[in-house]
């Protein structure tokens, strides 16, 4: 293998060998400010998923490492986030308890399928898949979770246990045990969480007026998550609220990610084989969006196939090393970007001091206050939150509106896996019934020019005898026949036409059930008398016409350009000359 095909599947030989002290600088600062960002929320998303703390912190170190090794991106930073989290929980919970051995291993094979997938995706080239969700899918969905994951920490910070994979379930079982609400609990919830609001807003321009610098004070404000956790952890152990109730971590292993290895029980595979797939997209679709909006920055390059690659190894990594799924998240990686990571090395670097942290840091938190980490939780994910989104489909697209809507309602209502199912099929399905009924037009000449415009749009001129439509769309299966019923309905109304023209610009492709469409179309108009031609065919659609019978069978001729087309057949047509049609552009 050369030198060049290794480094295209290991991007770090690229930058490696550029690499210098003002980029080790730059990363070096942008890991000391993710790794103080990144050890309370990894802490908290753990606990979202249903696993011990540690977890989320494993989840941290071996990822991002093999990330910076075969990942584009030169700002994501990998690890658990919230949604991903969820639908962890989700996926294993009905068939491990929670805390149980049996609960860990199911999430380390559900992190090791979700490697391998994304590996699998990333060889074959076959990042395309994730097209098929459409983004107002995925941003009502990401809305419905984040609805979803807030309501599920609701009763941390109450201190009351609540259950339930649906938001009607959750908010009964929250009602149902209102009555053993801890005050002391409550109040720490609330603090904290109006603490971390208070943070992202008010935290930095407080900082500027006590003269701080604008970068150490966004350094500083964006610590605020580390100054909630130290401050209510102080509190507990200084007035032992401990003994009043107030849940707390408690003890956590203390040292590296231990080895650890998935199941490869079939039955087990096979209940996780739909979950993990599921989650290998969305996060991959989450990742990609982030990594390419930040790479435009600075215009730099992002190859998503190598992304599910890097991806996929980073998967893998956590589930042989005690972690549970992971992608790219949105706030870690704009932090990692704006505090000026150059390289994937920050990751790399903050791994390292998350492994401090893992190392040496762990005994600090026992008494950290689970309702502390359930208000950094509730802080991060009340932003993915964003119902605009369903003015803005309203507003532009009834068909994006149903499908934002009906996604929110099944996730919301049905649990994240039934969401995220429908609005795969809803993005599909979308897809489909755009594409089955063609946008065609009938066109004209306009008048003085060479262009052609729909007839219903435009003042332009028409030929009695000449029908010319426009086929705004690759004819496939699913459209051929919509296509057929068109022309055929459009002769039967108009008993001169003598000439069909059928303008292919907008055509990329033909398959064989639109190849037998045409001939069917060719046949019955040479029946009927009118003669049918093609024009302004693009060369691979000419290539494949040319691979079949139907070129020779067509009873007109293919033309290179429209105008050619209406030349030639106007003149030859009848002695009257095509006239203005006056019709009120719409």
């Known amino acids: 293998m050369t030198f060049k095909t290794l480094s295209a599947y290991m991007p770090i030989l690229r930058w490696g060998r550029t690499y210098d002290r003002q980029a080790f600088s730059g990363d070096l600062l942008a890991a000391v400010i993710v790794t103080i960002m990144l050890i309370p929320q990894s802490l908290a998303y753990a606990m979202l998923a249903g696993l011990p703390p540690e977890a989320g912190l ?4 071996a990822p991002i490492i093999l990330y910076a090794i075969f990942g584009t991106s030169r700002a994501l930073a990998v690890g658990p986030v919230a949604v991903v989290s969820l639908m962890t929980a989700a996926a294993i919970s009905t068939i491990a308890d929670q805390g149980s051995m049996g609960y860990a291993i199911a999430a380390l094979t559900l992190a090791g399928l979700s490697g ?10 076959l990042g395309f898949l994730a097209n098929f969700l459409s983004h107002p899918v995925i941003a009502g969905f990401i809305t419905a979770s984040g609805i979803l994951i807030a309501a599920s920490q609701i009763k941390h910070v109450l201190g009351i246990s609540a259950s339930g994979d649906t938001l009607p379930e959750l908010l009964g079982s929250i009602v149902e045990n209102l009555g053993e609400t801890n005050l002391v609990t409550l109040a720490i919830g609330l603090l904290a969480t109006a603490f971390l609001f208070w943070v992202r807003k008010g935290f930095k321009p407080l900082l500027r007026r006590l003269g701080l610098g604008p970068r150490p004070a966004d350094m500083v404000a964006k610590a605020g998550p580390v100054f909630a956790v130290v401050l209510t952890t102080l509190a507990v152990w200084g007035f032992r609220l401990d003994a009043q109730g107030v849940s707390i971590v408690g003890a956590v292993p203390q040292g590296l990610p231990p080895l650890t290895l998935p199941s490869f029980s079939p039955d087990l595979i096979g209940l996780l084989v739909l979950p993990a797939f599921l989650i290998s997209i969305i996060g991959f679709v989450e990742s990609i969006s982030v990594a390419q909006t930040l790479a435009a920055k600075k215009r730099q390059r992002i190859d998503p196939d190598q992304e599910l690659i890097g991806l996929g190894a980073a998967n893998i990594g956590a589930a042989f090393t ?3 799924p992971v992608t790219g998240g949105f706030a870690r990686s ?9 390289t994937p090395a920050a990751g790399a670097f903050t791994a390292i001091g998350l492994g401090i942290a893992a190392l040496a840091l762990t005994p600090l938190i026992y008494f950290l206050p689970i309702a502390t980490l359930s208000a950094t939780i509730i802080v991060a994910v009340l932003s993915l939150v964003d119902f605009s989104i369903l003015k803005r489909s309203w507003s532009y697209s009834k068909p994006d509106f149903i499908a934002v809507a009906a996604t929110m309602l099944f996730t919301l209502g049905m649990g994240v896996e039934t969401g995220v199912s429908a609005g795969v099929i809803l993005s599909i399905g979308l897809h489909l019934y755009r594409t089955s009924r063609p946008h065609i037009a009938e066109v004209g000449l306009v008048p003085g020019t060479q262009h052609f415009r729909n007839i219903h749009r435009h003042k ?3 030929d009695p005898g000449l029908l010319t439509i426009r086929i705004d769309e690759s004819l496939y299966f699913a459209n051929a026949r919509f296509l057929e019923d068109y022309v055929y309905d459009r002769l039967a109304a108009e008993g001169s036409i003598h000439d069909v023209i059928l303008m292919c610009s907008a055509i990329n492709e033909i398959d064989l059930s639109a190849l037998e469409s045409l001939e069917a179309i060719n046949h019955r108009l040479g029946e009927m008398g009118v003669t049918l ?7 691979p659609v000419m290539d494949g016409l040319k691979k079949s019978t139907f070129l020779e069978a067509l009873t007109g001729q293919v033309f290179l350009s429209q105008y050619d087309a209406w030349v030639r057949l106007v003149s030859q047509s009848s002695d009257v000359w095509p006239r203005p049609v006056a019709v009120p552009s719409g």
Not at 334 to 342: Q, R
Request: hydrophobic share 50%; proline share 0%; charged share 15%.
């Open 58 to 61: 494993y989840a941290s170190i």
């Open 116 to 125: 391998v997938m994304l590996l699998t995706l990333g060889l074959f080239k």
């Open 322 to 324: 005690g972690g549970y």
């Open 334 to 342: 704009v932090v990692n970007f704006d505090a000026g990571a150059e």
């Open 460 to 462: 332009v001129l028409t």
């Open 533 to 539: 031609h093609l024009s302004e065919l693009k060369g």
